[in-house]
């Protein structure tokens, strides 16, 4: 092997466990940037007339999966103060506990569920807001 192969080979093992590297490190960042077993992307426009439609991704282990509400979201102030279930779970329960809408699946069930809620929080000016939501639910089986 001449002097360029050599190279060629050291290269490609450091470029290899630079990737592998990388790979790790976005896994453990996306890892932290949200549970795995319960999911809900951001939303907005909760406080407008009609309401708006929200997602939730859940693996049913038994335990709850939820979303905080507050009256100025962008910031993550003011959380809801009182909350309720407008219309309920079909294949699991929908509450409200805290600031927190929650749902937990009924044991065993995967597939498609949806709940709706409102909840009061404070909005810019201390003015109570009202804030709807229409929670489609993705329920996964465990792992």
Known sequence: MGP????????????AAMTLLAGS???????????????VPPFAG??????????MRVVNDGQPCGVT????????????????????????KAEFVDARIQYTPDPGFVGEDEFSCQ??????????????IHMKVQVLGPR
């Open 4 to 15: 360029h192969g050599e190279a060629q080979v050291s290269w490609n093992a450091t470029f």
């Open 25 to 39: 490190l976005l896994a453990h960042v996306s890892a932290d940037a949200q549970d795995s077993r319960c999911q």
């Open 46 to 55: 909760a406080s407008s007339p009609n309401g708006t439609a929200a997602t």
């Open 69 to 92: 509400l507050y009256g100025l979201p962008a910031e993550r102030r003011n959380p809801a103060t009182d909350g309720a279930i407008l219309q309920q779970a079909k294949h699991g």
């Open 119 to 132: 909840a009061w929080a404070a909005g810019e000016t201390r003015t109570q807001r009202l804030l709807k």
